[in-house]
Nanobody, 120 residues
Framework: QVQLVESGGGLVQAGGSLRLSCVASGSIFAINDMGWYRQSPGKQRELVAVVTSTGNTNYVDSVKGRFTISRDNAKNTVYLQMNSLKPEDTAVYYC??????????????WGQGTQVTVSS
């Protein structure tokens, strides 16, 4: 079994910062891409940022220059540093990781979500 556990969400004023963390644990052979998604009420879940196993990153346009995704492979952890937060960043943030549990089998796992609320 594999688990993703997120932490770091909360309430912050516009212009503030938060850092999200997500730790993968369990029967892990290797981890491919790791990413963060978000979903706000009435909207579809959207990809915010992704980082590959080699450190390449990609961001949705609305967070470029404000958010930074990174990972620590030794700790099976992915981070999302969020600066200059805006009220429209308010959402539940979900961690996602494509994890190989054996040499030949991989699956996309999700965390339980962490609430980020940005007040104006």
């Amino acid at each position: 079994q594999v688990q993703l556990v997120e932490s770091g969400g909360g309430l912050v004023q516009a212009g503030g910062s938060l850092r999200l963390s997500c730790v993968a644990s369990g029967s892990i052979f290797a981890i491919n891409d790791m990413g963060w998604y978000r979903q706000s009420p009435g909207k579809q879940r959207e990809l915010v940022a992704v980082v590959t196993s080699t450190g390449n990153t990609n961001y949705v346009d609305s967070v470029k220059g404000r958010f930074t995704i990174s990972r620590d492979n030794a700790k099976n952890t992915v981070y999302l540093q969020m600066n200059s937060l805006k009220p429209e960043d308010t959402a539940v943030y979900y961690c996602n990781a494509n994890i190989k549990t054996t040499r030949f089998f991989s699956y996309a796992y999700w965390g339980q979500g962490t609430q980020v609320t940005v007040s104006s």
